[in-house]
């Protein structure tokens, strides 16, 4: 007679009976071994409980409610202005990722070592103008896609409850391109970014009690500096890209949640 406590259910036969790939067995047998031990499968069925009860909740859109899908106002263009942006933000990054190899925040010399780097790519580098261009314009039709899905979004009423959250991280989202556009203005240190930075640091010192704080922290003191391309480089490279991406992925997720809000 056994003491080991019996199986309340059959895994192993039941797998037997299946037709299963090499793949669906191990991912079924790993499954099993986690949830015997971390009780995986209950955790998931709250997940999934907890997205029902959630999703009971929101009013339903005008797809599901005359079972418009991949017809006419599904696919409507306005409607994927989200989705364009989302591309043309991963076409930025792709390209502007292989762009900092060849980059250098660097003031030093006249023209400075950045600008250099900048003629580098647009005339010896293979290709290099066209990755260039495409990071441009890709970052060009994002903003125009950001700016045009806000509208969408406020003249169809989609901000309303309960998409406020949404509403409130996609205004986030919109402010935060912009601040990836200016810092990205700024890097070719061209007399087009240095007057852009000037300008940005007298709106800085305008800013009442903070102004010269927030000039220093941003922009490395009240005039441009080596500081100043190494802080934009640094916040347009590093910073930015984590956070935005993050937003992003919430972003979309919510609204994988909620559904998409036509007119209703």
């Known amino acids: 007679m056994s003491l080991q406590k019996k199986d ?38 709250l997940l999934e409980d907890l997205y029902y009860k959630v999703n ?21 263009p306005l409607y994927a202005l989200g989705s364009f942006s989302t591309i043309a933000y991963v076409v930025a990054a792709i390209s502007g990722a292989l762009l900092g190899f060849y980059y ?5 010399g006249d023209p400075s070592a950045a600008y250099n780097q900048i ?38 009423g989609a901000y309303k409850e309960p998409r406020e959250l949404n509403w409130i991280l996609g205004i986030i989202l919109i402010s935060l391109t912009m601040v990836f556009g200016y810092t990205g203005y700024l890097l070719p240190w061209d007399q087009l970014a240095f007057w852009a930075g000037q300008i940005g640091v007298e709106m800085s010192l305008s800013i009442p009690l903070a102004g010269e704080w927030v000039a220093q922290l941003i922009f490395g003191g009240f005039t441009l500096t080596q500081s100043t391309l190494q802080r ?32 209703h």
């Open 8 to 45: 309340e259910y059959d895994h192993t036969g039941w797998m037997k009976t299946k037709d299963l790939t090499p793949v669906e067995k191990t991912y079924l047998m790993t499954l099993i071994w986690l949830d015997k031990r971390l009780r995986v499968v209950d955790y998931l069925e």
């Open 56 to 76: 009971l909740q929101m009013p339903k859109s005008h797809t599901e409610q005359y079972n418009l899908d991949n017809k006419f106002w599904y696919w409507y």
């Open 104 to 108: 250098s925040p660097s003031t030093a």
């Open 119 to 156: 003629v580098f790519i647009m005339q010896d580098l293979n290709f290099g103008f066209m990755l260039r261009s495409l990071h441009r314009w890709s970052a060009q039709v994002m903003v125009a896609a950001v700016f045009l899905h806000m509208l969408r979004v406020y003249f169809t």
């Open 232 to 263: 934009m480089y640094i916040l347009h490279v590093f910073v930015l890209p984590f956070v935005v991406t993050t937003l992003i992925a919430l972003h979309i997720g919510i609204v994988w949640m909620q559904g998409i809000a036509e007119p």
